[in-house]
Structures are given as C-alpha cells and as structure tokens.
C-alpha cells in the first residue's frame, strides 16, 4: 500500500472522531443513530462478527470508503480472519458488479493496514 492510500484511510478515521464528539454534543438524531447501531451489532441470532461481514459487503456494493474501513476494523476486533474479510468483499463484488470492484481495491488497502 502507498502512503496516499494509508493518508486517505488515517483521514477517515480522523475526520470520523471528530465529526463523532461533535454530533454527539449537537445532535439527538446522531444519539439516536448510535443507539441504533449499538442494537444493530449486538449478538443475536446472528453473532456481531458476522454482522460486520454483512456490512463490509454493503460497503462495497456502495462505495463508502469510510464504511469500509470501520466494519473492516470492527470485523477484525470481533476475530474475522483476513480470509474471511476478503469472502465478505467477494459477495459485494459479485453482488454490485464492475463498479464494485473499484471499491474492492480500497477496501483491500484497510484490510493491509490493520493486518
């Protein structure tokens, strides 16, 4: 991976703390989302590991670079192994087709960076 590659990613989640302690000061619909999400991810029928697997699928199907790289890291926290992370980014690109191969490649450089 190149230093631009890993600038734009360390940029994401910069930008992402930030925005996150803002919203959370100004915005009841941001708090509401973050409730959401806490339910969304918890374990359920379907273990929170393979949530985030489902996720990183979407992302790739909807090019967010920033979604990429938080289920991405959330996945591996959660014990997704690389294999498992790039069967995930296989469904999205089968699932969006050519344009979601150009999503892949970046998806690709976060999962370099944190393995």
Not at 19 to 32: C, G, P, Q, T
Not at 38 to 51: E, F, I, N
Not at 54 to 59: D, P, Q, R, V, Y
Request: glycine fraction near 6%; charge should be negative; include cysteine.
């Amino acid at each position: 991976m190149n230093t631009t590659d890993k600038d734009k990613i360390e940029h994401i989640v910069e930008t992402r703390k930030k925005a996150h302690a803002y919203y959370l000061k100004k915005s009841k619909v941001y708090r509401s989302f973050l409730d959401m999400e806490k339910a969304t991810y918890s374990d359920g029928d379907l273990d929170k590991k393979t949530k985030e697997l489902i996720a990183i699928g979407i992302s790739v199907v909807i090019n967010c670079e920033s979604c990429m790289e938080w289920h991405i890291k959330q996945a591996l926290d959660d014990g997704a192994t690389a294999e498992q992370i790039i069967e995930a980014i296989g469904v999205g690109m089968e699932m969006g087709g050519g344009p979601a191969t150009a999503s892949a490649r970046f998806a690709m450089n976060v999962l370099e960076l944190y393995t």
